[in-house]
């Protein structure tokens, strides 16, 4: 999976926003020069920055065939959302229609296929149209077998007390980090973001649920290769009722030497449940670390080396306490990796590289 | 999914034997009577019973047409082994093409689907032959949101040591003797032999990761309707590298009240890694309700109220000895409730059945 020089018009309509819009506003921090615009009629007229607090000047637009006109004319639509369930929503069919007819790739992350849909396949199949589902799985996976603990390479994992809590950022901007500071790092995506910035990987969450493990040992495997740190992108949570096993067969496939814990700071309760009484409170952090170390633990030894949190809705002073909390709490490195120097968790990274390293002579 | 008058051949080729041919075996201890053979070539001649220690004569037969011309002639194939990774073996094709030509079912519960097959499933469909998938999962499936806790019948889920120690067995067995009791009890099949048994279910190991807890939630909300008891089919471990986010994912959507612990009493590693060097050591039984039990708390309080063992591969004493230690150990009834007489088991859920009643009141 290539990323030519596309132009993209994301279709998020109605859910732009700084946590709805998940895939979105991911694209849009990782490569916004690609971005022409954003679809979304009740944002129309503001610019991404004013949505989301990042992504400059890029224009929020309200009508779709004025998007596709944007920036010299977008080559492809990218869907921003990842709706519960992942089904596509029947108003857009509408709009992926117009896009392919007019011979624009559409890069989609839903479970639904967009390929497979009976109306959009046929027409991007006669107009020679890619349609790219980053969650289509692969042909063939394998049984996890263990082989995954087995790579020279430091094999960190991000875990998380959510979904939808910075997981992948995280991880984005480590390997970020740590390639600066001259370490061989790759960055395994698991999921269909992941997929759209770095080009390759499998979405775990949309393997046949027998070969989550599999899957998982075979992108550490991949992203060992030539590298001396492979950062998992996490997925889910493990006191997630509707994830937790995409959780924890992601944590035994990947044998991660060591795990990185994400938390969105202000967030007490498991947040898909908000329609109903909340439901799963999220426990404090050291109660978080020993729920990923103990089901770690049968498999492989694994220990949470640092915390990384999302402070992005709380103001200056109430992020750096929350970072000096994690730490207290936990005693260990903590940082907000995108609002603050990443430096402590990165410096974990590399002193638990340098330390497999060592044992392994 | 209904089960008419078949008469089954069973495929097992060079796999027939008491732990391999799992489908196979569970087939011949709840349809005797709907078996007409079993095709393995490498126990030609011999008895069911022979094999596997019971199943009575039915013959086991090394030509495959003569096995499909046994009892007045089978009218259908049923797959009886589940290789790791659910693959079809070659060599079964053409075995199985003569069998749709001559019209008779295929039952299958591979991960490879027979009816996608590009050469058996056209024939199929030429001759008007049902091929029943058993793993294929339902089209729509819900993300889990908890309503499964809300059903007013106790839910009590089996888990495992591992996979393959009995945990559908277990459950068949206090089934009948819960309904013997008067119980209103139903079984919640989960995988393919299950559905096979049962004539309904989801096989929640080949469902899209994302819907493992969806799907054992609404196959909950389905058996509770007209029941006091349901008994919920386990699958995996939470200590199986390749299979635990299957075994998590059933954990949290199917919410149980209450849990029993399964295990083979000869097995002290995860058997499916006997080609590496032993690599998951199952841990004491106190030690794995503890981990089951853990892995609960944060979405529902479950308790494991009784153990059920599975001794068949031990004498009369052993097996004794063995029941009597885990008794001792965990301080929960215990028996192996196909040899020995279940009722410990039996009496530990009608205790919590009764229980939950009274506070529901």
């Known amino acids: 999976m290539t990323r030519p020089d596309h132009r993209f018009l994301i279709l998020a309509d109605d859910q732009f926003d700084p946590l709805t819009s998940k895939t979105a506003n991911s694209c849009v921090r990782y490569f916004p020069e690609r971005i022409v615009g954003v679809f979304d009629r009740r944002h129309a007229g503001k610019t991404?920055?004013?949505?989301?607090?990042?992504?400059?000047?890029?224009?929020?637009?309200?009508?779709f065939t004025k998007g596709l006109a944007l920036g010299g004319g977008a080559t492809a639509v990218l869907i921003g959302i990842a709706p519960a369930g992942g089904q596509l929503p029947d108003e857009w069919r509408a709009w992926l229609k117009t896009a392919i007819e007019q011979g624009l790739e559409v890069w989609s992350g839903l479970h639904t296929f967009i390929g497979d849909d009976p109306e959009l396949g046929p027409i991007a199949k006669k107009t020679g149209v890619r349609i790219l589902d980053a969650r289509k799985p692969p042909a063939h996976l394998p049984i996890a077998d263990g082989r995954a603990a087995e790579v020279p390479a430091l094999t960190v994992l991000a875990v998380g007390s959510d979904c939808n809590v910075g997981?992948?950022?995280?991880?984005?901007?480590?390997?970020?980090?740590?390639?600066?500071?001259?370490?061989?790092?790759?960055?395994?995506?698991?999921?269909?973001?992941?997929?759209?910035?770095?080009?390759?990987?499998?979405?775990?969450d949309a393997v046949v649920a027998d070969f989550i493990a599999g899957a998982?040992?075979?992108?550490?495997?991949?992203?060992?290769?030539?590298?001396?740190?492979?950062?998992?992108?996490?997925?889910?949570?493990?006191?997630?009722?509707?994830?937790?096993?995409?959780?924890?067969?992601?944590l035994h496939g990947s044998c991660p030497d060591a795990m990185i814990l994400c938390h969105q700071s202000s967030r007490d309760f498991i947040g898909d449940y908000h329609g109903r009484a909340p439901w799963v409170r999220i426990p404090p952090l050291p109660e978080l670390?020993?729920?990923?170390?103990?089901?770690?633990?049968?498999?492989?030894?694994?220990k949470v080396i640092a915390v990384c949190l999302n402070t992005f809705d709380l103001d200056e002073r109430a992020a750096r306490d929350a970072v000096e909390r994690a730490t207290k709490e936990t005693g260990l490195p903590a940082t907000d990796p995108v609002r603050f120097d990443p430096a402590p968790v990165v410096d974990a990274m590399i002193a638990a590289a340098d330390e497999k390293k060592k044992h392994k002579h």
């Open 48 to 63: 991404v920055q004013d949505v989301l607090g990042f992504g400059g000047d890029i224009p929020v637009v309200g009508d």
């Open 289 to 302: 670390i020993r729920i990923y170390e103990d089901a770690a633990r049968p498999v492989r030894q694994s």
């Open 167 to 204: 997981k992948m950022t995280a991880q984005l901007q480590l390997r970020d980090a740590l390639v600066k500071k001259g370490r061989r790092t790759s960055f395994v995506a698991t999921g269909q973001t992941g997929i759209f910035i770095e080009g390759w990987g499998i979405a775990v």
């Open 216 to 250: 998982a040992e075979s992108l550490v495997l991949q992203g060992a290769k030539d590298h001396d740190i492979v950062l998992v992108e996490g997925q889910g949570s493990l006191i997630h009722p509707g994830y937790s096993g995409v959780t924890l067969g992601l």
